[in-house]
T-cell receptor
Framework: DGGITQSPKYLFRKEGQNVTLSCEQN?????MYWYRQDPGQGLRLIYY???????QKGDIAEGYSVSREKKESFPLTVTSAQKNPTAFYLC??????????????FGPGTRLTVL | AQSVAQPEDQVNVAEGNPLTVKCTYS??????LFWYVQYPNRGLQFLLK??????LVKGSYGFEAEFNKSQTSFHLKKPSALVSDSALYFC??????????????FGAGTRLAVHP
């Protein structure tokens, strides 16, 4: 999972709560991404950031928010507006978003469960 | 629509036998293709990628993949499977959209089970 850390590993949320998932990278990558993984559906893009202080919505951004105040950090907040947040969340980074052949490196993931 | 298909939910193979995990894609422009592996409750690990050039790409852990432009396929292969190869495998393609936006599109994943 080299160079990308996510915390916590497991997170439990009560209905109506906002929770924040941490993602930190020490790879000096410009671009960072958040994905949601559900069984049998592959990975779906929530938000991405190509550079500090800039981020864009992905395919399923509703109910989520992000910030990118530092190059190495890209926290994801799951708000109470997200109706079905139970999933495995993966953070990733790549050297530059605009270079199409760059692979993404993934963190170990956070499993969020709504109680 | 730009997409990736992994037609098999699960592939079973005996240890020591060759394995193939299938992937087909649909994308505008040149395809940039990737394979990742995921072990239980872990993140994805990059295996290999196709950018251009030789249709046979070699990657980590003895895996390779064959790019076939006419069949729009990028199948993952290994000559001799190990029990430790048992995991979830994802194929992905880089897709371009209007405004210069691009993203990785992932297949649904194929679970590989290697039996002793």
């Amino acid at each position: 999972d080299g160079g990308i850390t996510q915390s916590p590993k497991y997170l439990f949320r009560k209905e109506g709560q906002n929770v924040t998932l941490s993602c930190e990278q020490n790879l000096n990558h410009d671009a960072m991404y958040w994905y949601r993984q559900d069984p049998g559906q592959g990975l779906r893009l929530i938000y991405y950031s190509q550079i500090v202080n800039d981020f864009q919505k992905g395919d399923i951004a509703e109910g989520y928010s992000v910030s990118r105040e530092k190059k190495e950090s890209f926290p994801l907040t799951v708000t109470s507006a997200q109706k079905n947040p139970t999933a495995f969340y993966l953070c990733a980074s790549s050297i530059q978003a605009g270079v199409l052949f760059n692979e993404q490196f993934f963190g170990p993931g956070t499993r969020l469960t709504v109680l | 629509a730009q997409s990736v298909a992994q037609p098999e939910d699960q592939v079973n193979v005996a240890e020591g036998n060759p394995l193939t995990v299938k992937c087909t894609y649909s994308v505008s422009g040149n395809p940039y293709l990737f394979w990742y592996v995921q072990y239980p409750n872990r993140g994805l690990q990059f295996l290999l990628k196709y950018i251009t050039g030789d249709n046979l790409v070699k990657g980590s852990y003895g895996f390779e993949a064959e790019f076939n432009k006419s069949q729009t396929s990028f199948h993952l292969k290994k000559p001799s499977a190990l029990v430790s190869d048992s995991a979830l495998y994802f194929c992905a393609v880089r897709a371009l959209f209007s405004g210069g936006y691009n993203k990785l599109i992932f297949g649904a994943g194929t679970r590989l089970a290697v039996h002793p």
